[in-house]
């Protein structure tokens, strides 16, 4: 079955530490992958997207992501993060019946001072 | 480009009633999504549409649910009547056509059946 999973709910890092967010899929061909953050009270904002090419990925506000074929992973990375990364970050995986996307559960960042 | 506008921001209804939430996607995109978010189901897809026209509501929980789209610049989404289960944060997102699937979504609508 195609599907979506983040493994982690919650993490909690200290500002100025690089972090990792787990994203594996489940997808019959090469899937379009994709991270949004969403920030308290906001909509999702998308990070970064993969579609094909250089499976290293740069995205906004200095995160980038990596696409593994060979362990169905996606995962987001930051080397050093700041208070306002502090947010819920979504793996998506599509497209789905042509054009819908899964979301995961997302994983909730805490930062600390 | 103002984004995707979502009205109300938040709304508070009586059980019974009848709630409308409304969005206005960005213009020239041609795709436009319905998700509810809970914390108890995380995001899911209510319903979607291709130039106007409902593609796939699958995702529309009850008949109590329905969403229109009568032209490309804005969407409905209403719920009649509303049960104190409706409760979540409903996001509207748009898309472009052109091979390019990432969304844009709104600040969503934050609703409270009590």
């Known amino acids: 079955a195609q599907s979506v999973t983040q493994p982690d709910i919650h993490i909690t890092v200290s500002e100025g530490a690089s972090l990792e967010l787990r994203c594996n899929y489940s997808?019959?061909?090469?899937?379009?992958l994709f991270w949004y953050v969403q920030s308290p009270g906001q909509g999702l904002q998308l990070l970064l997207k993969?579609?094909?090419?250089?499976?290293l990925v740069q995205g906004i506000k200095g995160f980038e992501a990596e696409f593994k074929r060979s362990q169905s992973s996606f995962n987001l990375r930051k080397p050093s993060v700041h208070w306002s990364d502090a947010a819920e970050y979504f793996c998506?995986?599509?497209?789905?019946?042509?054009?819908?996307?899964?979301f995961g559960a997302g994983t909730r960042l805490t930062v600390k001072p | 480009d103002a984004g995707v506008i979502q009205s109300p921001r938040h709304e508070v209804t009586e059980m019974g009633q009848e709630v409308t939430l409304r969005c206005k996607p960005i213009?020239?995109?041609?795709?436009l999504f319905w998700y509810r978010q809970t914390m108890m189901r995380g995001l899911e897809l209510l319903i979607y549409?291709?130039?106007?026209?409902?593609?796939?509501d699958s995702g529309m929980p009850e008949d109590r649910f329905s969403a229109k789209m009568p032209n490309a610049s804005f969407s409905t989404l209403k719920i009649q009547p509303s049960e104190p289960r409706d409760s979540a944060v409903y996001f509207c997102?748009?898309?472009?056509?052109?091979?390019?699937?990432?969304?844009?979504f709104g600040s969503g609508t934050r609703l409270t059946v009590v």
């Open positions: 993969y579609f094909s090419g250089d499976t």
């Open positions: 998506a995986v599509g497209p789905y019946n042509n054009n819908d996307m899964r």
């Open positions: 213009s020239g995109h041609d795709y």
């Open positions: 997808y019959g061909a090469t899937p379009y």
């Open positions: 997102a748009s898309r472009s056509g052109t091979a390019n699937y990432g969304y844009t």
């Open positions: 549409f291709n130039n106007n026209v409902p593609i796939d």
